[in-house]
């Protein structure tokens, strides 16, 4: 397997991770207006702008690891990236228009959180993750 592509792969789920994390911790501050960084921490723009990053590349990422990884039968679960694309696009249209206001408080983030856009996305990422986690554990 190439490290290149596997390492690619890790950047793209930890900023998804990451910014989903973060968004949920965001959410339960109750703030009105946003907080900008600074003594507190990062900014929430600086994890979504991360985590749109991750959302734009994982499917591509995903793709390369079956590539590498599976001969036999890859046209299934390239057919299933297909589903996590078009959930990663759906997810990354949501995080890019809150990334449009001009101030991100908690309550969008919470809207944003239950998104049943990025919930999908999320559901999508895990199961690729883990049946090529299966995959290479029966190598």
């Not at 990451?18 to 946003?34: C, D, H």
């Not at 997810?91 to 919470?110: E, F, H, R, T, Y």
């Amino acid at each position: 397997m190439n490290a290149e592509n596997q390492e690619k792969l890790r950047t793209s789920i930890n900023a998804i991770e990451a910014g989903y994390e973060f968004m949920l911790a965001y959410s339960a501050q109750g703030r009105t207006f946003e907080h900008t960084g600074g003594g507190d921490g990062p900014s929430i723009r600086v994890f979504l702008k991360d985590m749109s990053e991750g959302l734009e590349n994982i499917a591509d990422d995903f793709e390369n690891e079956i590539n590498q990884k599976i001969s036999s039968e890859a046209d299934l679960y390239l057919n299933f990236i297909q589903v996590l694309r078009n959930d990663a696009n759906n997810a990354n249209l949501a995080v890019k228009m809150v990334l449009a206001l001009p101030s991100i408080g908690s309550q969008v983030i919470d809207n944003l959180n239950a998104s049943i856009h990025l919930r999908a996305l999320l559901t999508d990422l895990f199961l690729c993750d883990e049946a090529l986690s299966s995959i290479s554990r029966k190598e």
